[in-house]
């Protein structure tokens, strides 16, 4: 399996941005997925996740209320919504999935990685 990861860029805090991650292989619909983000200097840590049927979910807590993750298994496509972004949420962010359809949020639970997209936030 391979993740793609798109959509960072250079937003204003308080401004709205979606991440994609395009995901090749048939089982996607079978993958718990995630996203993980990682600042400079700091270590990659947990954002999001989503159950393989998208009916669980799970947020770091200083994203609750601001990013959704979602996903369309038709279009092997998860998607992170984030809304109202501050400075703290520049970061490199990544995608991951899990062979394991629940969601989760630790990083060694994850089987398989994308290359990560920055966003920068400038406050």
């Known amino acids: 399996v391979q993740l793609q990861a798109s959509g960072g860029g250079l937003v204003q805090a308080g401004d709205s941005l979606r991440l994609s991650c395009a995901a090749s292989?048939?089982?996607?619909?079978?993958?718990?997925m995630g996203w993980f983000r990682q600042a400079p200097g700091k270590e990659r840590g947990f954002v999001a996740s989503?159950?393989?049927?998208?009916?669980?979910?799970y947020y770091e807590d200083s994203v609750k209320g601001r990013f959704t993750i979602s996903r369309d298994n038709a279009r092997n496509t998860v998607y992170l919504q984030m809304n109202s972004v501050k400075h703290e949420d520049t970061a490199v962010y990544y995608c991951?999935?899990?062979?394991?359809?629940?969601?989760?949020?630790?990083?060694?639970?994850?089987?398989?990685w994308g290359q990560g997209t920055q966003v920068t936030v400038s406050s």
């Open positions: 989503i159950s393989s049927s998208g009916g669980a979910t």
């Open positions: 991951a999935g899990r062979k394991y359809g629940g969601a989760y949020y630790l990083s060694n639970g994850y089987d398989y």
């Open positions: 292989g048939r089982t996607f619909s079978s993958y718990g």
